[in-house]
Antibody, heavy 115, light 110 residues
Framework: EVQLVESGGGLVQPGGSLRLSCAAS????????MHWLRQAPGKGLVWVSG????????SYADSVKGRFTFSRDNAKDTLYLQMSSLRAEDTAVYYC????????WGQGTLVTVSS | QSVLTQPPSASGTPGQRVTISCAGS????????VNWYQQLPGTAPKLLMH???QRPSGVPDRFSGSKSGTSASLAISGLQSEDEADYYC???????????FGGGTKLTVL
């Protein structure tokens, strides 16, 4: 059974940094593109970033480009989202999901950016 | 404002058929596949339909998808109370080089 478990969310001040993790199991991790998506409170889904199977290629939404870095450790079957220069508008539940069609999602981790 | 346009709400009574639309452009729906996601209250989204009209294992055949030009739609027949959820369409956008979503449609079963 495919499982994705996010962690690392919490409260951070504007301008601060946070690193999210997503532990994967139940499938051959390095065969898949993986993605981060987010959902602000009461709002819709937004794609944040994607990474290919060996970690050599990443893509980002314009809203996070230059501030967020997506990486993966295939030896640990784990994804990482390093977020810096955080803004209030980054407040959201962050989900990791399996590509190419987001067929499996984690339960999400809440990031709150507030002073 | 989302790149893909969905009606904010839809409703129907048990047993009815409802359709949710998703309008895009030539750079997204017009040239790429459309996926649909169901999000039950308080839960993570779930893939409901992919490659325009393919149901993942476990999704009832009451759900169907279609695409024409730069628009897509999700149809739910034999509406049930457990279908009450938010529904989102998504597609890759060649101009933005990223995935884009609709704003979501809240389905209410009356």
């Amino acid at each position: 059974e495919v499982q994705l478990v996010e962690s690392g969310g919490g409260l951070v001040q504007p301008g601060g940094s946070l690193r999210l993790s997503c532990a994967a199991s139940g499938f051959t991790f390095n065969n898949y593109w993986m993605h981060w998506l987010r959902q602000a409170p009461g709002k819709g889904l937004v794609w944040v970033s994607g990474i290919n199977g060996d970690g050599s290629s990443t893509s980002y939404a314009d809203s996070v480009k230059g501030r967020f870095t997506f990486s993966r450790d295939n030896a640990k079957d784990t994804l990482y989202l390093q977020m810096s220069s955080l803004r209030a508008e980054d407040t959201a539940v962050y989900y990791c999901a399996r590509g190419p069609v987001f067929d499996s999602w984690g339960q999400g981790t809440l990031v709150t950016v507030s002073s | 404002q989302s790149v893909l346009t969905q009606p904010p709400s839809a409703s129907g009574t048990p047993g009815q058929r409802v359709t949710i639309s998703c309008a895009g452009s030539s750079s997204n729906i017009g040239s790429n596949i459309v996926n649909w996601y169901q999000q039950l209250p308080g839960t993570a989204p779930k893939l409901l339909m992919h490659i325009n009209n393919q149901r993942p294992s476990g999704v009832p055949d009451r759900f169907s998808g279609s695409k024409s030009g730069t628009s897509a739609s999700l149809a739910i027949s034999g509406l049930q109370s457990e279908d009450e959820a938010d529904y989102y369409c998504a597609a890759w956008d060649d101009s933005l080089n990223g995935w884009v979503f609709g704003g979501g449609t809240k389905l209410t079963v009356l």
